[in-house]
């Protein structure tokens, strides 16, 4: 299908699909260079830390939530944590550990979702899930098996699954009996079992050889594979608390795109996700999900985009392992929440989003009320690394056909799994061949 | 509107929204390759790259309108749609962003962003239906799958969907809540909110906080008295009726519909 390469063309997809939210590319090629490229995030902004300014300190948990339909759980705990921060409060115990089973559930639902409906069409050349279904009826019966169960887990501690109820500044409105957590057990067991087997299913697929050079920038905690805090730190040597983020990542506007590009600052542009978290964090999984990973063919570091299917996957099986622990330990705390008074200060939190890292600061006057709000989620912070990475995949394939070469482009942004619905304070391929 | 496969073509669109809504239906796991089965999944970016040309037997619209572009495009989704849906608080009150709608929004342009001249918005965020003919709303935020599921159910069978219009309250009672405004002194927007979710709130300890929107006939004004009686300042009861559904009235103008007694 290869065809003579023109010296000049131009790839344009207008409207990506299988990501969350609204984007396209657009790739300049002249003389058989790799002259631009454009991940056109028209995704239409929100002014989310806009709004924010005037709010009363108890409602980003609610508010940000909205910013995400897939990942809503991950703007509720980063915006109570910075929240908590601001005030002063430490929420641990039984109410932290709570927090962690909710966050699982998120990651067993956003993984599931991306490996199966988003990521692993691709690798069969098909449209989607529906169409895998025809040919893999199992393993999609088995995906929407493991995601309902995410979900219910979800709903068990949220009280629903996309933008759930329950979670407040201080910890929850309500918490679970510790009888309604183990009657929750069997699931769990059966959800542990389907994530080791979706671990076999993508260890088998073929994986182009590729491999990029980003600086990995993740949470690291002293025991577990963080989710909900953490140091951040960075292949590169970099090891900051939460509260140094502004000091070392910076958030530029581009002109093509309604996300704010980040980077490290006096440094270059850098990738949080799975590869960035597997390869910081690989010694912390549990020992269940660290011998699937072996066995998966991994190694203690993955810088290959196309197997990020293969560690979301191994997380997966990892917060099912978690999720076990975290309910076979559990006691009811005494109260739901702890107290919270208003008072004035900055507090900063970041939690591990199923894509990356998702950074919130906000500024508290001293009745409570948000005088700033500061929202860096992760896409936007990997967008110029999408880009690089789209950059050397069209550099590497000039002498495939444009319907080839945008298939691929599209395939190299899903590795990624890009949530433009988050990024925009995100995707239309072109590919200008002039 | 047909596939040729016989089935009714089934589409999915997405406006200024975060995209829970359409995952929603990717949510109902024990029906998903049932209706897969039934209609023809003939446009749904997020879940599919195949991308099959109208016209569509019914359109399933989430987000609201933000951008002159948006304006154009959802008038031709209209025109290939024989039934037109609007799913969650985005399409159907212009959501959390019609927060804009109250305030200078070049001000917000510049709070989050350094260029506020690379971009091109509106200065309001409307509902679906200030733009086109919606032959049904579906409230929440986000939508409840069971209630999609019939409102598909119901238009792929020509029929009205049975979904309620009464308030939270009734909800409350149907499963045995204590009410937490009366019992708790809780603030709860449960008397004046459209059922629809189960009343979750309610039963999770917390006051509604007005995802579905108003409910057909709701008395704002009875209920700011309690809220304030409850111990509510003129700025929280502002704040929580200015959310997911701040643009839908009597929402809008609640905050300012205190009775006199």
Redesign the interface.
């Known amino acids: 299908m290869t065809h003579e390469p023109k010296s000049s063309r131009t790839l344009a997809t207008e409207?990506?699909?299988?990501?969350?939210?609204?984007g396209a590319m657009r790739v300049q090629i002249h003389d058989g260079r790799v002259q631009e490229i454009q991940l056109n995030i028209?995704?239409?902004?929100?002014?989310?830390?806009?709004?924010l300014?005037g709010?009363?300190y108890q409602?980003p948990p609610?508010?940000t939530a909205?910013?995400?339909?897939?990942c809503?759980v991950a703007y509720q705990m980063s915006a109570c944590r910075a929240i908590e921060d601001a005030l002063s409060v430490q929420v641990d115990g039984p109410l932290r550990e709570l927090r962690r089973l909710l966050y699982c559930g998120e990651w067993i639902q956003s993984h599931t979702?991306h490996i199966h409906?988003l990521h692993l069409?691709d690798f069969f050349g098909l449209?989607?899930?529906?169409?895998l279904?025809a040919t893999n009826?199992p393993a999609?019966?088995r995906a929407?098996?493991l995601?309902?169960i995410g979900?219910e887990l979800l709903e068990l501690i949220g009280?629903?699954?996309?933008?759930p109820?329950?979670v407040k500044v201080g910890g929850?409105?309500?918490v679970p009996s510790r009888r309604e957590l183990l009657a929750f057990r069997p699931k769990l067991e059966q959800a542990r079992e389907m994530a080791a087997e979706v671990v076999l299913l993508v260890a088998g697929l073929d994986f182009p050889d590729l491999e990029v050079s980003h600086e990995f920038v993740a949470l690291r905690h002293p025991e577990e594979y963080a989710i909900l805090d953490g140091g951040i730190v960075s292949d590169a040597g970099l090891a900051i608390a939460e509260a140094e983020f502004p000091d070392h990542f910076e958030e530029?506007?581009v002109?093509h795109s309604?996300a704010?590009h980040a980077r490290i600052r006096e440094r270059a542009n850098y990738l949080v996700g799975p590869l960035a978290r597997y390869s910081l964090n690989s010694d912390r999984l549990h020992p269940e999900a660290a011998a699937a990973a072996r066995a998966a063919g991994l190694g203690p570091t993955c810088r290959s985009p196309f197997r990020s299917i293969v560690v979301r996957a191994v997380e997966t099986l990892d917060v099912c392992e978690v999720a076990l622990e975290i309910v076979d330990a559990y006691e009811a705390p005494d109260a739901?929440a702890i107290t919270v008074e208003p008072r004035a200060g900055t507090g900063h939190g970041a939690t591990e989003a199923p894509r990356g890292l998702l950074y919130h600061r906000y500024s508290l006057d001293h009745d409570g009320i948000i005088a700033d709000a500061v929202i860096t989620p992760p896409t936007s912070q990997n967008q110029a690394s999408i880009e690089d990475d789209l950059a050397r995949f069209v550099s590497l394939n000039l002498d495939l056909s444009d319907d080839e070469l945008r298939r691929g482009a599209?395939v190299a942004i899903r590795n990624h799994d890009p949530c433009i619905?988050c990024a925009t304070?995100f995707l239309d391929l072109t590919v200008d061949r002039s | 509107m047909t596939a040729p496969s016989g089935r009714p073509k089934l589409a999915v669109w997405?406006?200024?929204?975060?995209?829970?809504?359409?995952?929603?239906l990717?949510?109902c796991?024990?029906e998903?390759?049932d209706v897969?089965g039934s209609v023809d999944?003939a446009y749904?970016?997020?879940?599919?790259?195949?991308?099959a040309a109208g016209p569509y037997a019914l359109s399933l619209v989430e987000g609201s309108i933000?951008?002159p572009?948006?304006v154009e495009r959802i008038r031709e989704v209209r025109r290939q749609s024989e039934v037109l849906v609007t799913i969650g608080a985005c399409a159907t009150a212009g959501?959390?962003?019609a927060?804009?709608n109250f305030?200078d929004?070049q001000?917000?342009?510049s709070?989050?962003?350094?260029?506020p001249s690379?971009?091109s918005?509106l200065d309001t965020?409307t509902p679906i239906a200030d733009h086109v003919k919606v032959n049904f709303e579906l409230r929440g935020?986000?939508i409840d799958r069971r209630q999609l599921l019939e409102v598909i159910g119901a238009f792929l069978a020509g029929r009205k969907p049975q979904i309620p219009n009464h308030s939270v309250c009734v909800e409350c009672k149907l499963r045995g809540n204590p009410c937490v405004l009366v019992a708790h002194g809780t603030p709860c927007l449960g008397p004046v909110t459209q059922a629809g979710?189960g009343a979750?709130?309610p039963?999770?300890?917390?006051g509604c906080?007005g995802?579905f929107g108003p409910m057909e006939s709701p008395n704002t004004a009875s209920l700011v008295g309690a809220l304030a009686a409850a111990g509510m300042t003129e700025d929280?009861i502002e704040?929580v009726f200015h959310?997911?559904n701040a643009w839908n009235e009597p929402f809008r103008s609640a905050p300012h519909h205190q009775e006199v007694s």
């Not at chain 1, 449209?127 to 169409?131: L, N, Q, Y």
């Not at chain 2, 709070?111 to 260029?115: E, F, M």
């Open positions: 409207a990506l699909a299988r990501v969350e939210g609204e028209y995704e239409p902004p929100r002014f989310f830390e806009g709004f300014r709010r009363h409602e609610d508010i909205r910013i995400c339909g897939i809503p979702l409906f069409p449209d989607s899930a529906v169409e279904a009826r999609v019966e929407l098996e995601k309902k979900n009280g629903r699954a996309i933008h109820i329950n929850f409105y309500r530029l506007q002109e309604t704010l739901p599209e619905s304070h | 997405k406006f200024a929204s975060c995209d829970g809504c359409q995952l929603t990717l949510d796991e024990d998903l390759l897969a999944i749904f970016l997020e879940a599919s790259s195949a991308a933000t951008t572009h948006d959501g959390i962003q927060l804009r305030t929004v001000e917000l342009l709070i989050v962003y350094a260029n690379f971009l918005t965020s935020c986000p979710c979750l709130c039963g999770f300890d917390r906080y995802c929280d704040r959310t997911f």
